[in-house]
């Protein structure tokens, strides 16, 4: 048996009751067994009433509010309430799209596509559970806005579409599909910083920062419940967070593993694992397992570092050219392994390599004699990038 928490006037279940709904009562009544009831509140223009009725479906057992819910996603059209859809119309389809996870339908890849921008957690659970053959048009969609978007600017929208790129790459990364191997290689990059000292000196360390750090948790704070709502849920997507509840996993590939956690809509929990978008680190691995490899077994690594002692101006071009040469070959051998297995076809295998950034920096003790510059060279590689930093 199911109860309101709000005063509501008690509500037939013939076509006025939602024409009836008032506040004096607050009835009890049998979710079972008043189908049409819900079904008048999801088609009610008051979110609040559309809410009710999300709430109560996701505790229903009845077919025929799936496809009242699924309707709802379908016909959603945000451009109509311009410049975005107020907060009750958004908290009532983020209540539909919780009665859908909780249901454990399909929502079709269109009705996904709609409303993701928006509920990119929710939307990202419900294509978790879409065959990939089904969902592989959409995720392919999500990967290709989240690597074009400007990631300069900020906002929800490009929040959102970073991390629905992140999911849907990992989702992919099964059975991965030639667009998706060639943009990851071409995406890739390696950092190659050189150090070089005088003879008979350390070279500098300038190892770069682990970028899966996590930022430390901020508080959870909790606000008062909407009122003369029901009780709203929100989802919220978690990367490589500790425990975990039962089916929680949307999306595991390259060592890392995506989850989802439900909490109260009005509490904001201190959130240490956010999912982080795709970098040179998380394609790295991702094409480590693509290749069945480990990530250390690659011939190329995202950061490398270097010392080469300084001799001469001759010298050192020699040993930077040579170092270079190295790692475009491997580049490049990688970019091979992936056209061996399928992954790649001829025109990928000849136009497609991981960027390579060659930093380079005068470490060498200071004198009285000033040293000469370090000599600036030049690659045929257009995709090989090379600086000298004093």
């Given amino acids: 048996m199911a109860r309101l928490p709000l005063t509501l006037l008690a509500l037939s279940i013939c076509g006025c009751a939602v024409a009836g709904f008032a506040q004096d009562q607050e009835p009890n009544y049998n979710t079972g067994d008043n189908a049409l009831l819900i079904k008048n509140w999801l088609h009610s223009d008051d979110p609040r009433l559309v809410a009710f009725g999300a709430r109560f479906a996701s505790e229903s057992d009845d077919e025929g509010e799936i496809t009242a819910l699924l309707g709802m996603v379908e016909r959603w059209n945000p451009a109509q309430r311009s410049p975005v859809p107020d907060e009750d119309h958004l908290l ?18 269109a009705a996904l596509s709609t409303v993701a921008l928006y509920f990119p957690d929710q939307a990202a659970i419900l294509a978790s559970r879409l065959p990939l053959e089904d969902a592989t048009p959409l995720l392919e969609g999500w990967y290709e806005s989240g690597e074009n978007v400007d990631r300069k600017r900020s ?35 390696e950092l190659l910083t050189v150090s070089v000292p ?20 901020g508080e959870e704070v909790v606000n008062p419940p909407k009122a003369d709502w029901p009780p709203l849920w929100r989802y919220v997507l978690e990367e490589n967070a500790p425990g975990g509840d039962d089916g929680a996993v949307i999306a595991e590939a390259g060592g890392d593993a ?51 002692p300084w001799t001469s101006g001759e010298q050192f071009k020699q040993d930077l050219s040579r170092v270079v040469g190295t790692e475009e070959g491997a580049l490049r051998a990688t970019v091979s392994e992936f056209y061996t297995k399928g992954l790649l076809t001829r025109s990928q295998l000849d136009t497609i390599r991981p960027k390579l950034y060659v930093f380079v920096f005068d470490d060498r003790q200071k004198i009285e004699t000033p040293n000469l510059p370090l ?9 090989t990038f090379f600086r000298v930093t004093p």
Wanted: overall charge positive; glycine content about 4%; hydrophobic content about 40%.
């Fill in 92 to 109: 009532a389809m983020s209540e539909v799209l919780h009665a859908l996870i909780q249901r454990k339908a399909e929502v079709p890849p």
């Fill in 258 to 308: 995506i989850t989802y956690r439900r909490v109260p809509e009005n509490v904001r929990i201190g959130y240490c694992y956010a999912p982080l978008p795709l970098d040179s680190e998380r394609r790295h691995r991702l094409l480590a397992e693509m290749l069945g490899e480990n990530e250390k077994e690659l011939l190329w690594q995202p950061r490398k570092q270097i010392p080469i």
């Fill in 155 to 189: 906002g929800r929208e490009v929040a959102a579409r970073l991390l629905l790129a992140r999911v849907a790459a990992m989702m992919l990364s099964k059975a991965p599909p030639q667009s998706l191997v060639a943009s990851l290689l071409s995406q890739s990059e």
């Fill in 198 to 217: 005088s003879q008979g000196f350390r070279a500098v360390n300038r190892a770069s920062a682990d970028s899966n750090a996590f930022s430390v948790c």
């Fill in 375 to 383: 000599p600036q060279l030049a690659f045929q590689d257009s995709r």
